[in-house]
């Protein structure tokens, strides 16, 4: 499988199914235009051309944890794939005079970020081998509206989008929607409440159990 979302929500799905991570977008960020124009244009980016850069003080800043995380003076740096689409890795923090790396639930604290970061793209980009899944929860948070939303359902593709959202939306075949309040704001714990109907549409694209 290729699970590919917006925001951490397949790494902690990878996570929950004890698979390897095999995709380059694990525990990241991905602003919501950039997000459909990688779905758009997957089969044509050059995912070898890409370029380090620190996340913008302006990005992400309805999320709270983006902002707590830019606020205290972390640094978030992205991958700007191919000028099109960039990955900011918000879960991959910088911090100095670390001799080893900390964790905590879903951070990593490192004083070499941007080594860490381009060590990580490589080594999953060159296991990313299946055709890709897109993963979308929906937050309004993470600046998805009902606008972007719609033109998300729209794309015709052979590739599927499982899209975890509140919105009435009109949508095309290789879309699935799971509805939810979206009252909570952990996608670990979406992932738990929605697990088997999630997981259910995996084993139906990729015609496989997991």
Not at 17 to 22: D, F, I, R, S, T
Not at 179 to 203: A, G, Q, S, V
Request: proline share 2%.
């Amino acid at each position: 499988m290729n699970i590919i979302s917006n925001n951490c929500a397949a790494s902690f799905l990878y996570k929950k199914l004890k698979k390897e991570y095999n995709n380059p977008f694990m525990w990241s960020f991905i602003e919501p235009k950039e997000y459909i124009e990688l779905i758009k244009n997957y089969e044509n980016i050059k995912f070898n051309n890409f370029q380090v850069i620190k996340m913008p003080q302006n990005i992400g800043r309805n999320s709270e944890s983006i902002s707590y995380k830019l606020d205290n003076g972390f640094n978030i740096l992205g991958i700007k794939i191919d000028n099109l689409v960039t990955v900011y890795y918000t879960h991959y923090l910088e911090i100095e005079k670390q001799n080893k790396i900390q964790y905590d639930e879903a951070n990593i604290f490192i004083d070499n970020v941007e080594k860490y970061v381009i060590e990580k793209y490589k080594s999953r980009l060159a296991r990313m081998n299946e055709i890709p899944l897109f993963f979308v929860i929906a937050y309004k948070h993470h600046s998805w509206n009902k606008e972007l939303l719609q033109e998300l359902c729209n794309i015709k593709s052979k590739n599927k989008i499982i899209l975890m959202t509140n919105e009435s939306l009109i949508y095309n075949s290789n879309v699935t929607i799971i509805y939810d309040n979206m009252k909570i704001r952990n996608p670990r714990i979406l992932i738990d409440n929605h697990f088997n109907e999630i997981k259910n549409e995996i084993e139906k694209f990729y015609e496989k159990s997991l």
